[in-house]
C-alpha cells in the first residue's frame, strides 16, 4: 500500500539549508590546535583552529572530549565547551563512544578514571595500580574497559568505576604495538588491519573516523570504518595550511 | 760574536784533520769520504749540481762550526761565485768522535759562465781545548780553517737559451736580475708587444720549461702572455717564440714577472695619456660590489652561468673624466660586439666628460648555450676584450613520476622527482603546485594540496647520490586533487637549473557520492547524501522510496529543483571545502515510518546523474 509523502523539498528555502559543507570530525593537529576537518576522504581542508594547548582528543559523532592544561574538557559536536574538570595530568588517554556518548580519561601519573554522569566529572583511582600502558578505553555502563598494552600483550582490563576494583581481564592478543577500540569489535593495528606505518597513536575524530599519527608525529593519516572495511587517507595535520 | 784569538790554517794535504768531510748517506749509497778532488758532473751556465756533505769532529773535543765556504782559491776566505753552500747550521757544536753528531751541508756547483771552474771547500772552526771558551765567557777558542776538498766543474753553455727583440735589437735578459724588461710608455688605446725567442743550442730535443706570467693584481693585468706556439719541445738546433704584449687599460706603471722554468724575469710598463680619451678612468662593479679597473690586456671575465636557468651577469661600468683634467673629454661612442653581450642604461651618445664627471651603463653577458662566449667593449678607441662561459648544471634532469595520473577528483596521488642519473652534487630546490578551476567564478579549492603540510610548496633535497628528490626524507609525496574540476600543475625549480613543469587537466564528471545514511525519526525520514561536484551545477535531485519488501513506493521519482539550493552552497562565502558538499533531506511521513524500507538518490549536474541508495536504519 503506498504511503503518502509530503516532500518538503517544495518548500522554498528549505534545500539551501540543509546543503553544506560536509565534516569528518575534529582532530588535534601537531601544533597542539583542535581543528575540524571539512570535506570528503581523499579531499579533506583542516579547518582553522578552534582550541589550543590540546595534548589529547576524542569526538564522537555527538560531541567531544579535549585534554588541555589543567584540565580535561566536554565540547559539543560543534566544538563548544559544555563542561571541565581540572587535572595536572600531561599525558591524558581520552576514550569516547561513537555517538560521542561515555566521555572517559585515564591519567596513567597517578593511575585514575576520569568519568562523567551528565557534566560532572567523577575519579576513581585504580586499586591494585595497573601496569601497562593504556592505548584507549570505553565506557559500558558502570565499566570501563581498558585497552592495555603490556609487555606485549595486548588486554581488555575492566574497571569497575564506583570503586575502581578491577573486575575482569581478558588477554586480547599477543605482540602488538598498537590499537584502538572500534565501533563493533576490537581493531588490532599492523596485524588485523593493515595500517600505513608501525607505532601509530590514534585518536577518534567522529563516530567512523580515527586520526592516526605516525610515531615521530610527522605523518598522518584518517582511517574511516565502513562496516567491515577500513579505509585510509593520507591528512595535513602539520599545523595551519598554507598557500 | 765569537772572539778569535788566532786564525790557523790547515790546508788538506798539510795536517791531521779536526773537521772531515764526507758525502752523506742516499738511498742508494752509504756514507763515504769526499774526496780530496771533487768534480762535479759537467752543469749547463744557470742549472745548479749539488751534494750533501757530513761535516764530522774527528777529534777528542767538541768543535764548533763556524761557517763552510768555497774559497776561490786554498785557503782564501773569498766566495767564489760559480759554487753556493746551503743547509749550514748557525755555529754547530759537534761533539767529539760520536757518530751521531754531525752537519750536512748541500754544496752545489751553480756556474754563470761557461768553461772550467775551481773552488776550495773550507769550513772555518773553534776547537775547544786547553780550557777556551766558545762564548765570551772565558779565554776564546782559537778559530781554524781547513781546506776539505778541491772542487772542480765544467760549466756548458744552457741547452735553451731566451732572447728577445727590441728596436732590431736582440737581448740576451739576465734571469733573476733586478733590471727589468721595460715595455715602455704606451697609450692605453695602444699596445706594445715582445717576441721572445727559445733557441735550443744543443744536439738533442730539448723540453720547454714552464712559460707563466705572475701578475701584481690578480685577475686583471696589463700584460698578457700568449705561448699557443710553443711546442712542448724543441728540436736541435730549432728554436720557439711566444709573444708578451702591454696593453694597458689604466695610466700609470704596470709590473708583472715573465717565469720560463726556474728563471724569471721582471716586467714593467707605463700606460701614458696620447689622445685625450687615454685619459678616461674606467672601472666596472660586479654584482657582489667588488670594483675593478679593468686592463686591456685581459679579457673581462663575467660570472659563469647555467644553460637553461635564464640568468644574466650583469657589470656596471663607470667611465671618469679624472677631475684633474683640464678639460672635457668627448666620448663619441661605447659599443658592444660580440654573441651573448649587450649594452643596456648608456647614455646618449656622443657625451662629453666635464673634469670630474662620469657616465655609466650595464653590460650584460646572457649566453643560453653551453660554450664560451667572447666580445669587444669599445669606448670611443679603449677596447677591452670580454669573455663569458655558459655550463650545464651538474644537477641530472628530473622528472615527474606519478603513480596514480591525477586526472580525476578526490584522488590522492604520490609523485616522485626521478633524477636522470645520480646526482654528484647536493641540491635544494622548490615543488610548487597550482591549481586553475576550470569552473567560471571560483578562483580556488582548498582541498588541493599537499598532504605533508596543506600547503602548495615544498622544499625538496637531492644529496650526492641521490637519484630522486626528496621531502623530510620521502621521495614518494602526496597531494590531494580536490574536488573541482580545473587545471593542475606541478613546478619543479633548482638554482642554475630550468624549471620542470607538468599540468594535468581535471575534466568535469558526474557527482561523486561518497555516502548516504538513512534513518527513521518517526514521523520523518532523513537521507543525508555526502559527495562532490567538480563542476558545481547540481541542479536537481530525484528521491524513489521502497517499502520493506522492496517494492518501488512512489511510481516516478520525485525530481526536486535543488540549482539555487547547492548554487548559494557552491558559490557563498562560507564554503571551504571546495566541490565537497553534503546535502540532507528530511520528509515527514503521515502513517508507519517503519514501512518505509529504503530510498534511491539521484543527483543531477551538467555532467549527468549519480545515484546511490541506502536501507532506512
Redesign the interface.
Known sequence: MFRSLLLLFGVSGLVAAQVQAPTQGFLRASDQTLRPVYGIPGAYVLGQPIASGVSAAAFGDGGGEIAQTGQIVLVDRYGKQTAACPTQELHPVLGIAADGSGPLAWLPSTGTIVYWDANQCNTVQLSPASSGQVLDLRRDGNSAHLLTADRGALLDIAIDLASGQLTGNSLLSQNTASAVWNNTALMIADTSVEAPASGLRFERMSGDHWHATSSDATRHWVFEEDGAQVHWFEIAANGAPTK | MKIIALFLLCLVTACAQDVTASLAPTQTSSETALPANYAYPNTAVGGTNGVTVRLRDTTTVPVEIIGVIIGTSAGSLTASSQFTVTGQVVDKVLAANTANSFEDVTVSFSPSATGSQAGYLEVVYLKQQNGCSFTSQGTPCTASTSVLSALSGVATSPALTLTYTAAGTTVTPQANSATPINFGNVSTSASAALTFTLQNNSASAAAVPAIALQTAVFGSSGFVLDTSHVPSSIAPGSAATFIVTFAPGQTGLTTATLTVGSASYSLTGTGIVVATIDALQISYYDSTGVRTSPQAATPISFDQLTAGAASTSVLTFTVTNPSTSFSGISVASVVVTGSGFSLTNAPSMPATLAPGASLTFKLVFSGNSVGTFTGTLSIATRQFALTGRVINSPLPDATFVFDQQPTA????PHLTIQLASASSIAAIGQLAMSFQPSVANIT?D??V?????????LQVSVASGDTTASY?GQSAI?F????TAGTLTFTLTFPNKAAVTQSFSINPVLPGL?SITAVRQDPYLIVTV???DNSYSVNS?A?T?A?ASGAQ??ATP?T?D?S???H??FFGT?????G?????????????VT??GSIQVGIRNSSGTSTTSKAFQ
Open positions: 577528483s578526490q584522488m590522492q580556488d582548498p582541498a594540496q599537499f598532504t605533508a603540510t596543506g600547503g602548495r610548496a623530510s602526496g590531494q586533487t580536490g574536488t561518497s555526502t559527495g562532490f535531485m528521491f522510496f517499502d513506493v512512489n520525485m526536486v535543488v539555487s539550493a547547492f548559494n552552497y562560507s564554503n571551504t571545502a571546495g565537497a558538499f553534503v546535502v540532507q533531506a528530511k520528509f515527514p511521513v503521515t502513517g508507519d514501512q518505509i
